[in-house]
């Protein structure tokens, strides 16, 4: 079992940044890909990035190419998402997700465990 805590949600103004992050409870978070999903009001979650357990190969939607970048520390067994450039469109729970094994997915149900998401707020 994978427990996933999300933080470094907020609100912002539109242009600016947040950094947000997942703690996984297990100590073997390297052999997961992760992911962040994201879910507006009244709209049905959406895929927003994905990253291979080695970190070598990540998918990020298309609607946040080139403002925001995944990453990952293992050593922590934390992943990151660093949004630019946040638009009002940006506006949704994010959540972090956990597959075991190297692939990389935009699908949300090959992801086994959830976090229970953060807030994110861009006002225009």
């Known amino acids: 079992q994978v427990q996933l805590v999300e933080s470094g949600g907020g609100l912002v103004q539109a242009g600016g940044s947040l950094r947000l992050s997942c703690t996984a409870s297990?100590?073997?978070?390297?052999?997961?890909?992760m992911a962040w999903f994201r879910q507006a009001p009244g709209k049905d979650r959406e895929f927003v990035a994905c990253?291979?357990?080695?970190?070598?190969?990540?998918l990020h939607a298309d609607s946040v190419k080139g403002r925001f970048a995944i990453s990952r520390d293992n050593a922590k067994n934390t992943v990151y998402l660093q949004m630019d450039s946040l638009k009002s469109e940006d506006t949704a729970v994010y959540y972090c997700?956990?597959?075991?094994?190297?692939?990389?997915?935009?699908?949300?149900?090959?992801?086994?465990?959830w976090g229970q998401g953060t807030q994110v707020t861009v006002s225009s």
């Open positions: 997700a956990a597959d075991f094994g190297n692939r990389v997915s935009y699908v949300g149900r090959d992801y086994e465990y």
């Open positions: 990253i291979s357990w080695s970190g070598i190969r990540s």
């Open positions: 297990k100590r073997t978070l390297g052999t997961y890909t």
